[in-house]
């Protein structure tokens, strides 16, 4: 297909890879209308940690994580769970999930990992300078917790191969957690900080990038669910929406968890499960770390914001359901004392509390890349946890697919026919 000097771009999913890919995709001049099902950014883009994290660069197949997983399955509050149902897609997910958790695929994914996620916080930066757009960026670094020695051994061997990375950490006793964050009391055995990392407050940057992408001329569709494409040979020529059809010459399929479901219209065979993530926030709290804060056995993640303070985790794979278990989210709670003595979340209101679903690839890779079947439809998603750290490097790497430019990272890794 021949580009349009203007090209017509139709980006599917207004959660945070969406909004980045759009944002990107008008730099480059292109003609872009996003579309979301909902309100753009309310769904997985809105309540998790916000965490920038180049430390997060070992996927999520990875070895032990199979026989942890089966432990944890025995209990339904654990901090990985897979509901209990007959889903020929969920089973041929876990057969590769199986096949992938090798400390081979960790050493072949963690280099792209780490570039693609140091990449999104250098655009992350850029934007908000160029755009002079305030979301709460904030490069403190983060600190991972450990309260057993089974939790050493783990995060020392990530220490190690952030060493072959050239990725700078501090390994530290529990003097040396309170000497970085002197307001908290550290029950935990000790920590790993890694100052490479940031966060950014992510309903802010929604709100902020919503506005900006409105003010830039891109048409954005709220409340406008895709119900199925219009095509033309191996092209798809538009996407059907109540009422019409969005026509375009190129499509980007953002739309998180439900992204497989939508392209299984097409013939297209996309391995993804949804994997639900729970949080807490708690509004102007009396006590607040200076420090973004993972614990690691518990699989907690504690963030602080400019007025609140937000605890989340979990992932459940329980299909398309965004209703919350009340016990998974007091096992959260219920997990933070155990590692900060000083931080009493028993009284903290368990009715607000949010969830999302995040799209999980087999592999823990995301997909990026043009479909063979479909060559003008390219996939932006399958980021899991890594949503907000892959971001804005997903979407410049979306437009310069559609520019047909060299990308900045090679894309072979992140191939959405690689399971095929």
Known sequence: MALRSVPRVVIIGGGIIGVSAAYYARKIGAEVTLLDMGEIGRACSHGNAGYVAPSHFVPLAHPGVITQGLKWMLD??????????????????????????????????????????????????????????????????????????????????????????????????????????????????????????????????????????????????????????????????????????????????????????????LGIRLPLQPGKGYSVTVEKPTLTPILPMILSEARVAITPFADSLRFGGTMELAGLDLSVTRSRVNAILRAVPRYLANVDTSGVRREGAWSGLRPVSPDGLPYIGRFRKIPNLIAATGHAMLGVTLATGTGKLVAQIIARDRPFLPLAQFQPDRFS
């Open 76 to 265: 339904p509050d654990s901090p990985f769970y897979i509901r209990p149902r007959f889903d020929p897609d969920l089973f041929a997910w876990i057969r590769i999930f199986r096949r992938m958790s090798t400390d081979a695929h960790v050493r072949a994914s963690m280099y792209i990992l780490r570039d693609l996620a140091q990449a999104t916080l250098g655009l992350f930066e850029e934007i908000a300078q160029s755009e002079n757009l305030a979301f709460e960026l904030q490069q403190k670094g983060l600190l991972m917790l450990y309260n057993s020695e089974k939790g050493r051994r783990s995060n020392l061997k990530e220490v190690d191969l952030a060493e072959e990375l050239n990725v700078k950490t501090a390994v530290l006793d529990r003097s040396g957690l309170e000497t970085l964050d002197p307001g908290m009391e550290f029950r935990c055995l000790g920590g790993v900080y890694w100052p490479g990392d940031a966060h950014i407050a992510p309903a802010s940057f929604m709100e902020v990038m919503g506005n900006q992408l409105e003010t830039m001329g891109v048409t954005v569709r709220s409340s406008t669910p895709v119900l199925g494409f219009s095509l033309s040979g191996k092209e798809v020529r538009g996407v059907e929406i109540p009422g019409g059809v969005v026509e375009g010459d190129e499509f980007v399929l953002a739309g998180g968890s439900w992204s497989s479901s939508l392209v299984k219209r």
